[in-house]
T-cell receptor, first 114, second 114 residues
Framework: AQSVTQLGSHVSVSEGALVLLRCNYSSSVPPYLFWYVQYPNQGLQLLLKYTSAATLVKGINGFEAEFKKSETSFHLTKPSAHMSDAAEYFCAVRNSGGYQKVTFGTGTKLQVIP | GAGVSQSPSNKVTEKGKDVELRCDPISGHTALYWYRQSLGQGLEFLIYFQGNSAPDKSGLPSDRFSAERTGGSVSTLTIQRTQQEDSAVYLC????????????FGPGTRLLVL
């Protein structure tokens, strides 16, 4: 079985401040891990993914995430928040290999305060 | 190229009526997934299709839900005898054989059951 836990359903940061969105996963086999972003009234857009290559993954819009096996974590960070980063962010996990179901976290809404 | 499209974008129906939701995946994508996103919750996997293989229906919440994929392309999700708790955003995603782990999402169909 696989699962993800996102700590904090709502996170507020000031514009220019560090963004840190937490994700912990559980998987019985080496996982693939993802972060998706959802802007209001839109579908999900892939921010970045980990597929067992480099543990530090860089994505779009200046976001990055680090896979830490010892901590079973895949936290999303961005050094400086922009107003346009306000959205809902979903962490997701799936087992590696072939076509697999993806299990999503419950999401974290990011608010950026001017 | 075109992304994943879904129709209708919004659907309001009365309790007890049947509804059909349509998904057009990215051309050439062999895998297609349906998810449900309820207010304040994460994404709930419903069903996925992979080529000509039998679909994985393990996420369908009841026998009122069914889906088909014709010709390996377009998919229709049908909800019979709708209930108020079926109100949600229904998201479709597709992935290619060369990048199985990456799902591309459509904008979703917002279903409201009165």
């Amino acid at each position: 079985a696989q699962s993800v836990t996102q700590l904090g359903s709502h996170v507020s940061v000031s514009e220019g401040a560090l963004v840190l969105l937490r994700c912990n996963y559980s998987s019985s086999v080496p996982p693939y891990l993802f972060w998706y972003v959802q802007y209001p009234n839109q579908g999900l857009q892939l921010l970045l993914k980990y597929t067992s290559a480099a543990t530090l993954v860089k994505g779009i819009n200046g976001f990055e995430a680090e896979f830490k096996k010892s901590e079973t974590s895949f936290h999303l960070t961005k050094p400086s928040a922009h107003m346009s980063d306000a959205a809902e962010y979903f962490c997701a996990v799936r087992n590696s290999g072939g076509y697999q179901k993806v299990t999503f976290g419950t999401g974290t809404k990011l608010q950026v305060i001017p | 190229g075109a992304g994943v499209s879904q129709s209708p974008s919004n659907k309001v129906t009365e309790k007890g009526k049947d509804v059909e939701l349509r998904c057009d995946p990215i051309s050439g994508h062999t895998a297609l997934y349906w998810y449900r996103q309820s207010l304040g919750q994460g994404l709930e996997f419903l069903i996925y299709f992979q080529g000509n293989s039998a679909p994985d229906k393990s996420g369908l919440p009841s026998d009122r839900f069914s889906a088909e994929r014709t010709g390996g392309s377009v998919s229709t999700l049908t909800i019979q005898r709708t209930q108020q708790e079926d109100s949600a955003v229904y998201l479709c995603a597709s992935s290619s054989s060369t990048s199985k782990e990456t799902q591309y999402f459509g904008p979703g169909t917002r279903l409201l059951v009165l």
